[in-house]
């Protein structure tokens, strides 16, 4: 069935045109910063953007940075919210089902579909802002210094990194995004059990997202603040300190494994004993 | 093949279906006919496992369900209230996923395919996606997907919904080929004439309950009347004085249980016949005979 879902994603339009716009943001912020020719101050437009400049190799983290906050997250949404009530909405739900397909394999079939569809997403824009950096920005010779060692990406703590390490760390933080992204899917997928609008679902989830968010800058909220779904999302910038910052890290795998374990089984509680009326 | 004792479901204060007690034999073309929203969609849902029932017993294909539904599935075929498919993928494309998803064959899977796109006359579709087919199209396809694992039980709710004559024609033609090879076929509607000209056997539900269960042929039992089309009406009617129930010009209502020798008697009296033959209930006499008001009427009709 996991076979069957993922021919589904890739047969979709849907799937490339949201990645083709995923992309389209860092590409859009690329050339700007390209043209304007200065260095954005830091703390403005996103973590990396003003360290970008000097070093093209580091744009993938500062792409990352750009889509996370929303706009992969409303993929996900998108796609997670789908997953379940976009198949009862068409009808194809019942005829699954009658296959037959198990509900537990089918309601798994579909996180997977989802965490692939977000692996997938993220990896194409980490490529495109790569190439997009390197050609725009160039790969790290610092400025003026013509033969100077390549490749020397500077670390939020401001220590040099070599280009191996790097890939370690990108690696390291796209598998702590995915696995965010996973964690918020589960919540939607919850959702798309619920209800019979996929539409509905996919809002539900990023309604979440943004009670989370908001929540997340009230003092008064603090006690709940650690437990918040999107608490340790930007922890992954953790990975391009020096040394690695894995405190937070940790917390936040183990939040969003949390996630994952609590939504996709109630998830699962709901849509086993669901009468299928549509 | 299939078999119910009790069947219940509730839905919240309403009472869908209501101890209904199916029976469905090897080999029939069984006719599950009733008023819409009388629970002939949530019984056959029922039987396939979406829906779970509020009380009772269901057997299909000798295994219990819902909970032994998975190993009765892959022998049976169904259409539940309409077809469905991915609207941007083609009618093949759309079978291909049905098929893989059931863990079918990969090795038969093609010729599975076009043995079911052939038998439901959709041999020659295109590519185009399937949001471009009209609904008689998906109707075909739908009951193409039901085909796909050659089933031994067919289970078929509305199929001829959208079709034209001639299509409905063609599926009528079809289950009754499948039926010959030996499949059961369990056609749920609410059109009587579909059920007449398919069926051999009719459970009859209204308001939830199972009001009927018999053989077509027994249900279409003699009146014990005899009609009469003839150019001397006045002498019929003096012949038969008092058997006559009913006249209308040429035609008479005689009550007689023997055709023949009916016949004879008029033959002998020198009365014309142009047309003789004992009167039948239709289903539609059945049908009106043991069951109220469809339950989409409210109030009575003026």
């Keep these: ?8 994603l890739v047969l979709r ?5 949201s990645m083709l716009l995923l992309c389209l943001l860092p590409a859009i912020v690329a050339v700007f910063l390209a043209t304007a020719d200065f260095a954005p101050p830091p703390g403005q437009g996103g973590a990396f953007l003003s360290a970008v400049i000097g070093d093209g190799t580091l744009y993938p983290a500062a792409a990352l940075a750009l889509v996370l906050p929303l706009f992969l997250p409303i993929a996900v949404a998108v796609a997670a919210g789908d997953a379940v009530a976009g198949d009862a909405a068409t009808g194809t739900l019942r005829y699954l089902l009658i296959r037959p397909v198990g509900r537990t394999r089918l309601l798994t079939a579909k996180l997977v579909s989802v965490a692939v569809y977000v692996t997938l997403a993220i990896v194409v824009v980490v490529l495109t802002s790569l190439a997009i950096g390197v050609v725009l920005f160039g790969t790290g010779s610092a ?14 703590s401001g220590v040099q990194l070599s280009s191996s390490s790097l890939v370690l760390r990108l690696l390291g933080a796209v598998l702590y995004v995915v696995l965010s992204m996973v964690g918020f899917a589960a919540i939607t997928l919850f959702l798309s059990t619920v209800t019979e609008s996929a539409i509905g679902a996919a809002l539900g989830g990023l309604a979440v997202l943004i009670t989370s968010t908001v929540l997340e800058t009230l003092d008064a909220a603090a006690p709940v603040k650690p437990f918040l779904p999107t608490h340790y999302w930007l922890s992954w910038l953790d990975f391009f300190r020096d040394p690695v910052l894995w405190r937070n890290i940790d917390h936040g795998l183990l939040l969003q494994a949390g996630y994952i374990l609590v939504f996709f089984g109630a998830a699962w509680a709901n849509f086993a004993t669901k009468d299928v009326k549509n | 093949m299939i078999t119910t004792r009790g069947l219940t479901k509730r839905f919240g204060r309403v009472l869908a279906v209501d101890s209904v007690d199916l029976d469905v034999h090897e080999g029939d073309r069984y006719g599950f006919l009733g008023p819409n929203g009388s629970g002939k969609t949530t019984t056959v849902r029922m039987l396939l496992g979406l829906v779970y029932p509020t009380g009772g017993e269901i057997e299909v294909l000798g295994k219990r369900v819902p909970k032994h539904v998975g190993d009765a599935l892959p022998e049976l075929g169904a259409l539940v209230e309409g077809p469905a498919a991915y609207p941007h993928l083609s009618g093949r494309r759309n079978l291909s996923l049905f098929d893989a998803a059931a863990r079918g064959a990969r090795r038969t899977r093609r010729a599975r395919i076009e043995e ?3 038998r439901v006359g959709l041999a020659k579709v295109d590519q185009r996606p399937t949001r471009a087919y009209s609904l008689g199209m998906r109707q075909r396809l739908g009951l193409a997907a039901a085909l796909l694992n050659r089933p031994r039980l067919l289970v078929l709710d509305e199929p001829t919904n959208g079709l034209d004559p001639q299509g ?3 599926i009528r033609e079809l289950l009754v080929e499948l039926n010959r090879e030996g499949t059961t076929v ?3 509607s609410h059109l009587l004439v579909e059920v007449e000209q398919l069926c051999t056997r009719v459970g009859i539900v209204d308001r939830g309950k199972l009001v009927l269960q018999d053989d077509l042929g027994a249900l279409r039992a003699a009146t014990g009347r005899v009609l009469l089309d003839t150019p001397d009406p006045g002498s019929a009617v003096a012949l038969l004085d008092g058997r006559v129930e009913q006249r209308d010009g040429d035609r008479l209502v005689i009550r007689h249980d023997d055709v023949m020798a009916l016949n004879e008697q008029l033959v002998a009296a020198r009365v014309r016949v142009r047309e003789l033959a004992a009167q039948r209930r239709t289903l539609e006499d059945v049908v009106l005979e043991v069951t109220g008001p469809g339950s989409d009427s409210f109030g009575e009709v003026r």
């Design chain 1, 13 to 17: 339009p849907r799937t490339w045109v």
């Design chain 2, 186 to 188: 369990f056609l749920s």
């Design chain 2, 116 to 118: 079911a796109l052939e």
């Design chain 1, 143 to 156: 400025p003026g210094a013509a033969g100077g060692t390549p490749a020397a990406a500077v670390s939020l």
């Design chain 2, 168 to 170: 409905i024609k063609e």
């Design chain 1, 1 to 8: 069935m996991i076979g069957v879902e993922l021919r589904k």
